[in-house]
């Protein structure tokens, strides 16, 4: 069984700009969240989403953002990037809720902000 | 994944002795306990879960134990592997409304195996 994948693996990026990032499940899993990693923060949940919608966020600003897809893929997306988002960004996939279900991390995208 | 932090404690440990890593958690009413394995360039690994009705869980190795009381979680290497070395992260799940869960994590604790 494949695991959780996530594209492009390192991403390095100018202040101002965007970026978005990819993150397949494990096939079956309908609920995907994100996490963001930093050493001095740790890691701290973004979103979480099931079946195509959003149940729940972290305490993040709107810039960060995400989707699911029908086929569970999804994507998060960071608008007017500020340098304080260079981090691993780790995305975790599970049967059901991530409060009460294992979750599955894939290898994270590494971002940089210059 | 560089989750290593200049802060984060650290366990050294003889390899074979056993490894215990604490953990403290903060919300009385999470009921849904993980232990995560994160190696370097790796994203975290599932090792144990305990849920809030059982005090100790044993896996292959490894033992979580849950002091509800003083919040607290222990996880237990037995025979300590170069292969443990990695951090070791806790995370409790905590209500977020509307019928949903979030799981929050622990800082970390870096587990170095001496050979």
């Known amino acids: 069984k494949a695991g959780v994948t996530q594209t492009p693996r390192y991403l390095i990026k100018t202040r101002g700009q965007q970026v978005t990032l990819s993150c397949s499940p494990i096939s079956g899993h309908r609920s995907v969240s994100w996490y963001q990693q930093t050493p001095g923060q740790g890691l701290q949940f973004l979103f979480e989403?099931?079946?195509?919608?959003?149940?729940n966020k972290g305490n993040f600003p709107g810039r960060f953002s995400g989707r699911q897809f029908s086929n569970s893929r999804s994507e998060m997306n960071v608008s007017t990037l500020e340098l304080g988002d260079s981090a691993l960004y780790l995305c975790?996939?599970?049967?059901?809720?991530?409060?009460?279900?294992?979750?599955?991390f894939g290898p994270g995208t590494r971002l940089t902000v210059t | 994944g560089e989750s290593v932090g200049l802060h984060l404690p650290t366990l050294s440990v003889q390899e074979g002795d056993n490894s215990i890593i604490n953990c403290a958690y903060s919300n009385s009413a999470s009921d849904y306990f993980i232990w995560y394995k994160q190696e370097s360039g790796k994203g975290p690994q599932f090792i144990i879960d305990i849920r809030s009705n059982m005090d100790k869980r044993q896996g292959q190795r490894v033992t979580v134990l849950l002091n509800k009381t003083v919040k607290h979680l222990s996880l237990q290497i037995a025979a300590t592997q170069p292969g443990d070395s990695a951090v070791y992260f806790c995370a409790e799940n905590m209500y977020s409304g509307a019928g949903s869960y979030q799981l929050t994590f622990g800082k970390g604790t870096k587990l170095s195996v001496i050979p």
């Open positions: 989403y099931f079946s195509e919608t959003q149940r």
């Open positions: 975790a996939s599970s049967l059901g809720g991530a409060g009460y279900y294992e979750q599955y």
